[in-house]
């Protein structure tokens, strides 16, 4: 099965990760979140080369995760930024940066949190829609359609 | 600058997907959170090929995202398990499948998570650990530390 595979399985974490789920394209899409919406920046903030940057940032924009919009006439130059499909990506890069911070960091966070709305830094949660209180991995259950379990249960026996 | 040197930058979003920021990672782990544990089990249900799967895996187990277990002695066979810190990965994962019911979904939510602490399925939302409210990219402030934005200078003038 290759990458554009996953874009059409039924499982919905598998066709978020065919579009966004590669280091660069993470690396794109943290620097949108600090502020940088131009080529040069992106280049020299994640170190990545120009091709793949191009070919990163088309499939980003054909896909509805960013747009561009022009900033210099002559020459044509653009900027790109993200729009409501990418910035509903914060929770995902957000939880990255936290499990980061916990297991891979030398000590200092090098970002904080500052939550607009009460001014504090904070730690974002995961919290349940329907009781309020905090989740995490041991709390919480799967449950399956019947189209998913049907697919999986093909994966199982034709493999 | 490769995928390795992300692993070296002070920004833990850029550790982290080094690590673990690949569609095929993201497989991995997806099967784990859905309580496979068995090497056939990845195969088929992934898509992958052996060798791709073997040398994730291998990384995982080296970074301590998950750990071998056996399971039969003659043959000696191994299970997969998360680790702490694998299992830490959940919000992320959970992110990334939220973004896709939204985004990408043909309609259905293919997989409803239950939270056991009160019985309900649930939307998981990321909440201001200080306030309590929801949280989202428009409410949030990074402020970055002395050091990472040193390292932002930097690569700012070097490019």
Not at 28 to 35: D, S, T
Not at 36 to 64: A, I, V, W, Y
Not at 126 to 133: A, Y
Request: proline share 5%; hydrophobic share 35%; charged share 20%.
């Amino acid at each position: 099965m290759s990458r554009a595979n996953l874009s059409t399985q039924t499982c919905t974490v598998a066709r978020s990760v065919a579009l966004v789920g590669d280091e660069w394209t993470f690396m794109i899409i943290r620097e949108l979140f600090l502020g940088n919406n131009r080529f040069g920046d992106f280049l020299s903030q994640t170190g990545m080369s120009s091709h793949l940057l191009s070919q990163r940032l088309k499939k980003l924009e054909t896909e509805g995760v960013i747009q561009r919009k022009p900033y210099s006439e002559r020459p044509p130059r653009y900027e790109y930024h993200l729009t409501a499909m990418g910035r509903d990506l914060w929770p995902a890069v957000i939880a990255l940066k936290q499990w980061g911070d916990r297991w891979l960091s030398d000590g200092e966070v090098p970002v904080e949190i500052i939550h607009k709305g009460c001014g504090h830094i904070t730690q974002p949660q995961v919290t349940c829609s329907e009781c309020g209180e905090p989740m995490a991995a041991h709390d919480s259950e799967p449950h399956l359609s019947q189209s998913i379990l049907a697919e999986r249960q093909t994966a199982r026996t034709h493999s």
